[in-house]
């Protein structure tokens, strides 16, 4: 059964650290792009990152230069690593795959996801 492990999060202080992982089954984690989205209270979903099926990294412009994704493919698992949080940030973070091979950050599109994981909790206080 494919399916998506979404963990890590928490409550951080602006200006901190978080890190949080994306345990895929193998068929996921090898065939599809991986993704974070974001939803903050009130706010659409949004695609913040993803690792495309060729490899590629894509952030969005709002994390740039602060998030990186990276890879652990003994473990299946995808890292974000989320540096200089700030209040913005704060938000249900969900790993998602894609069948598609993304290639923009803007290509992410909830209807194309075909899992996703269950979701886990950013909170940024200033």
């Known amino acids: 059964q494919e399916q998506l492990v979404d963990s890590g999060g928490g409550s951080v202080q602006a200006g901190k650290s978080v890190r949080l992982s994306c345990k895929a089954s193998?068929?996921?984690?090898?065939?599809?792009?991986l993704a974070w989205f974001r939803q903050a209270p009130g706010k659409e979903r949004e695609g913040v990152a993803v690792?495309?099926?060729?490899?590629?990294?894509l952030y969005a412009d709002s994390v740039m230069g602060r998030f990186t994704i990276s890879p652990d493919k003994a473990k299946n698992t995808l890292y974000l690593q989320m540096n200089g949080v700030r209040p913005e940030d704060t938000g249900m973070y969900y790993c998602?795959?894609?069948?598609?091979?993304?290639?923009?950050?803007?290509?992410?599109?909830?209807?194309?996801?075909?899992?996703w994981g269950q979701g886990t909790q950013v909170t940024v206080s200033s």
């Open positions: 998602a795959a894609d069948p598609r091979r993304i290639n923009g950050i803007h290509d992410l599109d909830l209807k194309s996801v075909k899992y």
């Open positions: 193998y068929i996921i984690y090898n065939l599809y792009s």
């Open positions: 690792r495309n099926t060729v490899g590629e990294y």
